[in-house]
Nanobody
Framework: QVQLVESGGGLVQAGGSLSVSCAASGRTFSDYAMAWFRQAPGKEREFVAGISRFGRVTDYTDSVKGRFTISRDNAKNTVYLQMNSLKREDTALYYC?????????????????WGQGTQVTVSS
């Protein structure tokens, strides 16, 4: 089992940057594929970015490609999401998620563990 705690959300102007982090505790962090999801009011939770156990493979939803970067530091049990060129439509509650898997997973239903979320608000 693993516990996940996100941090680093906040309010930023459109075009700005923000980094969010997710600290894990419990089982060996490198056992888990990690992902960031987000959920805006009235919308379903959507996959944003994912990273394999040792960081060799990453993937992103089309709307954030070229703007967001996911990374992880297994020595620090932490996964990061660097968000640049933020847009108003990036406003959402951002969650990190973990799954024991050798491959990336894209569906929220396949993830076993979730953080409590951190709010990212982009103003115009």
């Amino acid at each position: 089992q693993v516990q996940l705690v996100e941090s680093g959300g906040g309010l930023v102007q459109a075009g700005g940057s923000l980094s969010v982090s997710c600290a894990a505790s419990g089982r060996t962090f490198s056992d888990y594929a990690m992902a960031w999801f987000r959920q805006a009011p009235g919308k379903e939770r959507e996959f944003v970015a994912g990273i394999s156990r040792f960081g060799r493979v990453t993937d992103y939803t089309d709307s954030v490609k070229g703007r967001f970067t996911i990374s992880r530091d297994n020595a620090k049990n932490t996964v990061y999401l660097q968000m640049n060129s933020l847009k108003r439509e990036d406003t959402a509650l951002y969650y990190c998620a973990a799954k024991i898997s050798r491959a990336l997973r894209y569906a929220a239903s396949t993830y076993d563990y979730w953080g409590q979320g951190t709010q990212v608000t982009v103003s115009s």
